[in-house]
Nanobody, 121 residues
Framework: QVQLVESGGGLVQPGGSLRLSCAASGSIFSIVAMGWYRQAPGKERELVAVITRGGGTNYADSVKDRFTISRDNAKNTVYLQMNSLKPEDTAVYYC???????????????WGQGTQVTVSS
């Protein structure tokens, strides 16, 4: 089994910053990709950003130039630096790791428990 533990959410004023972290532990042979998703009330979960093992990144248009995803392969940890936050960024943020638990196994997705980010004055 693989466990993901998120931290770093909270309440911030518009224009402020937050940094989310998500650490994976358990049976991990390799991590193919790590990412962040978010779900606002009444909306579907959407991709925020993803980073591959090699460092390639992809962002939702709504967060480009404001959010930065990064990873520490040695710690199996992914980060999301969020700057210039807007009220529309308010959501529960979930981390995702695409993991090969053992050598030769197909990769599968694991999810964190979610952390609330609220942007409000």
């Amino acid at each position: 089994q693989v466990q993901l533990v998120e931290s770093g959410g909270g309440l911030v004023q518009p224009g402020g910053s937050l940094r989310l972290s998500c650490a994976a532990s358990g049976s991990i042979f390799s991590i193919v990709a790590m990412g962040w998703y978010r779900q606002a009330p009444g909306k579907e979960r959407e991709l925020v950003a993803v980073i591959t093992r090699g460092g390639g990144t992809n962002y939702a248009d709504s967060v480009k130039d404001r959010f930065t995803i990064s990873r520490d392969n040695a710690k199996n940890t992914v980060y999301l630096q969020m700057n210039s936050l807007k009220p529309e960024d308010t959501a529960v943020y979930y981390c995702n790791h695409n993991v090969r638990p053992v050598y030769g196994s197909p990769p599968r997705d694991y999810w964190g428990q979610g952390t609330q980010v609220t942007v409000s004055s």
